[in-house]
Nanobody, 119 residues
Framework: QVQLVESGGGSAQTGGSLKLSCQHS???????MGWFRQVPGKEREGVAF?????????ADSVKGRFAISKEIARNTLNVFLRMDSLKPEDTATYYC????????????WGQGTQVTVSS
């Protein structure tokens, strides 16, 4: 059974950094991963994505500031989101998501982790 568990959220000041982690348990072969974020009252936004071949893509709003990466350790897929030069508008709940690389939609979601950036 696939389970995604995020960690690493918290508070930072403008210009600071945070690193989010997502642990993907269960079968993870040919899994494409993504980080999304959502603010209450707004639509969920795709932030960063990483394909099976490790190629990343980013939303324009975070390009050059965020970096997505992944590694396999102890038979678990771990996905990271390094966030630098944080801005107050980065404040949101961040969600890790997974999909089969052959599919379009993300089928598996984590519970979310809060990121708050103060000015």
């Amino acid at each position: 059974q696939v389970q995604l568990v995020e960690s690493g959220g918290g508070s930072a000041q403008t210009g600071g950094s945070l690193k989010l982690s997502c642990q993907h348990s269960g079968y993870f072969s040919r899994r494409c991963m993504g980080w999304f974020r959502q603010v209450p009252g707004k639509e969920r936004e795709g932030v960063a994505f990483i394909e099976d071949d490790n190629s990343p893509t980013y939303a324009d709003s975070v390009k050059g500031r965020f970096a997505i990466s992944k590694e396999i350790a102890r038979n678990t897929l771990n996905v990271f989101l390094r966030m630098d030069s944080l801005k107050p508008e980065d404040t949101a709940t961040y969600y890790c998501a997974a999909r089969r690389c052959s599919a379009v939609t993300f089928d598996y979601w984590g519970q979310g982790t809060q990121v708050t950036v103060s000015s």
